[in-house]
C-alpha cells in the first residue's frame, strides 16, 4: 500500500494506510488521517466517485484535518489501486452494484470502528452518493450523518436513458459484460483534454489532478466495462420509486450542480424533496465535481457542510480540537435545511460586502 504524490499534490500530514480484506477476496487500499493538533471533532470517510481515486482528494482531505476531523478515504474495488476483477486494470468493472457493499462492510471493521474516533460521517461523491443513499435505505450505513456531492440518482450524458439500458443488457446476454462500453478505453477521463471536459470549470484543479491520473498510472481507470453499465442502469432504477428516498432516516445533505452535464440535477432534486431528514441545494454554474472546482463554488460547498456537520443546533461550533458530543438521537433528527441556506446566503452577503 502506498500513496502517489505529485508536486502539486502533496500527500497532506501523515497517514497510515492499510490494505484491508473484503469478505469475497479482495484487498483494497485505505488510508487514515488524524488531525495534528487536540482530539477528533469526529471523523469524515470520503465515499469517492466511479474512476476517481485517493489521490484525487488530497486537498479536500487537508481541508477537513483542518477543521479537526480525523480522515478515512479508500479505493473502490476495480479502481485506484484496489484489486481488479478482470484482467485490464484499466477497465471499470464490477458484476453487480451490490458488491460495493462488501467493500464498506471491510472498511467498517478494520478500519472506522477499530481505529477512528466517533462521531463517524460520511462525505460522498456520484456513484459514492448512490452507494452512500442506497446503504441509508437499507439502514446498514455505519455513519450518524452524509453529504452527497452529484449523487448518481440519473444521469444527463445519456439523452435514451432506457434505450441505452436495453442495449446494455442485450450486450451482457451475448457476452460482452467485461468488455468496455461501447467507445469506451483505456483513456482516463481525468486526462482528457481541459476544453470541453464535464468534471469542473477549474483548469488548475483540473491540471492537478490530470497529473495525479498520470502518475497513478493504472489505478486511473478508462471507461466503464458493458457489466458495470448494466449494474448502474439497474442499480439507479430503485431512486425512481416515490416511496424509496422517504424511508431514508438518515440525516441528509445533497448538493447538486446547477450545470452537471453527467448526473441529471433534476432528478436529484426530486429524489430530495422526498426526503423525510434531508435537503439538497444546488449550486449555480457548477459542474459535476463540485469539490474540484473554482473557489467561489467551493467556498458555497464548505459553508453548506460547515452548517450540516456536525449539523445539529445541538453541536455548538466547538474550536477545533475540541470533542464535540453528538446526542442519542442525532440519527432520528428531522432536518429541513435551513441552516445550510442560511450559511450559503451569509457567505453570499460577506462576498458581497468584500466586492
Known sequence: MQLVPTPNNPVPAEPSLYAIRTRDGLSLRAASWLPEIGRPRGTVCIFQGRAEFIEKYFEVIGELLQRG???VAFDWRGQGLSDRQVRNARKGHVRRFADYR??????RDQVLIPHMPEPHFA????????IALNAAYESWLPFRRLVTTTPMISLSMIKTLRTAAILDRLLRWLGFGKAFVPGGGETSISTMPFKGNRL????????????????????????????W???????????????????IRLPTLIIAAGADPVCATPATERFASRLKAG???VIPGARHEIMMERDDIREQFWAAFDAFIPGSSDL???PIGSAATVPDDLAAEEFDGSGVDAAIARRDDAATLSG
Request: glycine letters at 8%.
Open 102 to 107: 462488501l467493500d464498506v462492510e471491510a472498511l
Open 200 to 227: 469542473t470549470s477549474d483548469p488548475e484543479r483540473y491540471a492537478r489532478n490530470a497529473e495525479a491520473a498520470t502518475a497513478l498510472g493504472d489505478g486511473a481507470i478508462g471507461a466503464p466495462t458493458v457489466a
Open 316 to 318: 455548538k461550533a466547538e
Open 229 to 247: 453499465l448494466d449494474a448502474a442502469f439497474r442499480f439507479m432504477k430503485c431512486f425512481t420509486d416515490p416511496a424509496y428516498a422517504r424511508k
Open 123 to 130: 462525505l460522498a461523491h456520484s456513484m459514492g452518493g448512490a
Open 279 to 281: 435537503h439538497a441545494i
Open 69 to 71: 476531523f480525523a480522515v
